[in-house]
C-alpha cells in the first residue's frame, strides 16, 4: 500500500539522509509482533490445509468437486468489486469537497464521516437492521407518508448488503483519498484552465490522474476488507449473499473441519493476494506512463 | 527554421496597436482587503510591460484579472480589441508562466508542452513538430521524454515558457517567473527572454520584485502602488523623471535631502537646507514658497572632489567627510556625512579617477538638473 501512495506523481524529492541510523531498531518491535501474530498462524493454515485431517490435497479436490465453493468466492469477488466501486463513486466527491471547503467546515465534515467508527460493525449492522427492517423506521415512514400500505421487507437483498458495506467502508476510503487530494497543487489547474482545457478536461487530465495514487490506496483498502466480510452479509443478507468467510467461519464452528477450514482460508489469501498485485501493477503502469 | 515560418512560429515583425487595455479595474475581498482601486493599463502589442511594485501592491491580482482567473468588481479588460471580461480562462488565449512553474508533475516534458496544443485539437503531426520547435527554441531538445521532477530549476523554467508560448496566445502573462532561480542564472535567462520575445514578436506583462530586473527587460514599466498604476513609461524616462518620490525610491537608488522651498517658477526651484545651505533644482510638480520639499539626487550623479581642490562654483556644491567606502567591482560607493544629512555617491572607477578613503574631508557637487525636487508627501 505503501507502494500505490509513493507511485503517485507528487514529486518529492526523498531525503538522502536518514535522521538517525538506529530508527530502524524502533520497528522491531512491531516487526516481531507481526511476525508472531500474521506469519505464524498464515503457516500453521497453510500447513493444515495440506495435512488435517491425512497429509495430501484432498481438502482442495474438494473444493475443485463440489463448484459451489467456487461459486461462493466468484460471488464474494463480485460483491468486493461493486461495493469497492460503489464506495469510491460516493466517496470521491466527499474526499474532493473536504479538500475545497473551508478549513473547519472540512473538519467538521471529516469528524462527522468518524462518528460511526465509535460504534462497531456489528452496532451499525444492528442499526440499519432497525432502520430498514418490517418494523423499522424506514417502513414506518413510508407508511406513515402514505406511499406504502403494507409494511416492505428491505433486508435480505443483495442490495441491502451491499449499502450496508459502502455505509461501513466509505471512512476507509474518503481518508486516502483527502489526504491524496490535499497533495495536489491546485495551481495546477488554473495553469490547465489557462492553457485551453475546459473544466472536464482539466478534471480528465490534470486532476484525476494525480487522484489516482490516493484513489488506489483506498480502494485497495476497502476491496480487501470486503473479501473478508461476513457480518454485514450474515445479518443483512439473504441466502443468496453467502460470503466465501462465511463459508469459512462454518467449516471452523459449525462442522470441525479445520483441514478444510485452512484449504478455503488459503485460496482466499491467494485470490486476495492476486488481486492486490494487479491493482498495483496497473498503479504502477498508471504513474509511469 | 524555415518549416517555423510555415507554421507561423516565428517573428512576424513588430506589430502595432494595442493588445491589452485594463480599465479602471477594481476587487476587493470579503475581508475588506482592497487589492485593486481603480488600475488602468495599456500593453502596445509586442512589447514586454512590467509591473513594480511593493509585495502585496495588486500585481499578482492584476494578472489573474487578465488570465481569468479571477474577476474584477468592477472594470473591463480588453485584449485585441474584444472585451474579454466575462470569457472563461480557457477561451482567453493567454499564456502564463506561474511563479512555481506549475509543470504537471505526470506529464512528460512533451506531454506538458504538448498539452495547449491538444486541448486545441491539433493534428497529431502538427503538434510533434510544433512541439519539437518549441523545445528547440528554448534549447531543451534533449529532455522531451522526462518528467518535470527529473530537470534542474532552470530546465523547468524554460519548459514552463516553452508551453505557455507554444500555442502563439496573443499575450503572455508572467509572474515572477526568475523568483527561484540564483542570480547568475537570472541574468542569462533575462537575456535569453529578450531575445524570444523580440524573435517571436511577444507580447508580454511581466511581474517582478525586483526593479533591475525590470529595467533590464521592459519596454515599458508600470509602477504599482496600493492597487494602482502611479506611474507607467520607458525605464529611462521613469528613472529621470519620476512624478512621486514613492517612484523615485522604488526605481533605482536615491539620495534624499530634506529642506524648504525657498523659491520656485518655469520648472526650476531653490531649496533651503536645515542647515541654511541652498540647493538650486528642477521640481517635479508646481509647489508654492514655503512648502517642505525632497530632493532626489541619484548617487552616480554626484561628483566627489579633494576639499582643497575644490570647483570653482557656488551653486551646489556641499562640504563633508567620507564615512564609509564600499567597493562594488566596476565602481566605488562613498558614503558621505555632511554634518546631519548623508548622502551616497557611485564612482566609476577609471584611471584617472581619484580615490579617496574613510576621513577624508571631500566637496560633492551636483548640477542643477540633476536635482529633482518633490512636495514631501
Ligand atoms: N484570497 C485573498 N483574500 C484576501 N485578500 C487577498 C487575497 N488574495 C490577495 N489578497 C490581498 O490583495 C492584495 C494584493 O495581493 P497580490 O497578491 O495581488 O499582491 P502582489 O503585488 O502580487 O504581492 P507580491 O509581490 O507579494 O506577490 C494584498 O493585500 C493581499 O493580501
Ligand atoms: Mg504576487
Known sequence: MMDVALAGGTAQPVPSQRLFSGAGLLALPLIVLLAVVYVCPVGVMLADSFTDPQPGLQQYQRMIEHPVYLQVLARTFRLAVVVTAATAICGFPVAYYCTIARPAVARIALGLLFVPFWASTVVRTYALMVILGRTGILNGALLWAGLISRPTQFLFHTATVQLAMVQILLPFFVLPVYAGLRTIDLSLLSAAEGLGAPPWQVFRRIYLPLSLPGLFTGALIVFVFCFGFFITPTLLGGRRDVTIAMVIMAQFEGQLDWGFGAALSTVLLACTLVAVLMMLRVAKQDSNR | ?377
Open chain 2, 1 to 377: 527554421m524555415n518549416m517555423a515560418a510555415d507554421l507561423g512560429f516565428s517573428g512576424a515583425g513588430v506589430r502595432s496597436g494595442t493588445c491589452l487595455v485594463l480599465d479602471r479595474l477594481t476587487r476587493s475581498y470579503p475581508d475588506g482587503t482592497v487589492a485593486l482601486r481603480g488600475l488602468s493599463l495599456s500593453v502596445p502589442a509586442g512589447r514586454i510591460v512590467s509591473l513594480l511594485g511593493p509585495s502585496g501592491s495588486g500585481k499578482t491580482t492584476t494578472l489573474k484579472m487578465i488570465a481569468g482567473f479571477d474577476k474584477p468588481d468592477s472594470g473591463s479588460i480588453t485584449l485585441a480589441g474584444r472585451d474579454i471580461s466575462r470569457t472563461p480562462p480557457h477561451m482567453r488565449d493567454i499564456g502564463m508562466v506561474f511563479q512555481n512553474y506549475a509543470l504537471f508533475p505526470h506529464m512528460s516534458v512533451f506531454d506538458n508542452v504538448a498539452f495547449p496544443l491538444r486541448m486545441r485539437h491539433r493534428a497529431r503531426r502538427d503538434i510533434e513538430t510544433v512541439v519539437q520547435e518549441a523545445l528547440a527554441l528554448v534549447e531543451l531538445q534533449g529532455v522531451a521524454a522526462r518528467l518535470p521532477r527529473q530537470l534542474s530549476g532552470g530546465q523547468q523554467q524554460r519548459v514552463a515558457l516553452a508551453r505557455a508560448i507554444v500555442f502563439r496566445p496573443q499575450l503572455l502573462l508572467m509572474d515572477e517567473p526568475l523568483g527561484a532561480l540564483d542570480r547568475q542564472l537570472r541574468k542569462s535567462v533575462q537575456s535569453e527572454l529578450k531575445r524570444l520575445q523580440r524573435q517571436l514578436d511577444l507580447t508580454v506583462v511581466y511581474v517582478t520584485h525586483d526593479q533591475e530586473e525590470a529595467m533590464f527587460l521592459s519596454d515599458e514599466i508600470a509602477i504599482v502602488q496600493n492597487g494602482q498604476i502611479v506611474q507607467c513609461g520607458a525605464p529611462a524616462a521613469l528613472y529621470d523623471a519620476p512624478e512621486s518620490v514613492f517612484v523615485a525610491g522604488f526605481l533605482g537608488e536615491s539620495n534624499f535631502l530634506g529642506g524648504t522651498l525657498a523659491e520656485a517658477g518655469a520648472g526650476r526651484a531653490i531649496v533651503t537646507l536645515p542647515d541654511g545651505r541652498q540647493m538650486r533644482g528642477r521640481s517635479a510638480a508646481p509647489m508654492s514658497a514655503g512648502r517642505a520639499v525632497s530632493v532626489l539626487i541619484r548617487p552616480e550623479k554626484l561628483q566627489v572632489h579633494v576639499a582643497s581642490r575644490a570647483p570653482g562654483r557656488e551653486v551646489n556644491v556641499l562640504a563633508g567627510r567620507i564615512d564609509l567606502v564600499n567597493f562594488l567591482g566596476g565602481a566605488v560607493e562613498y558614503e558621505v556625512d555632511l554634518d546631519g544629512p548623508r548622502l551616497t555617491a557611485r564612482v566609476h572607477l577609471r584611471a584617472s579617477a581619484a580615490t579617496f578613503a574613510v576621513g577624508d574631508p571631500v566637496v560633492l557637487h551636483v548640477e542643477p538638473q540633476d536635482c529633482l525636487v518633490f512636495p514631501t508627501p
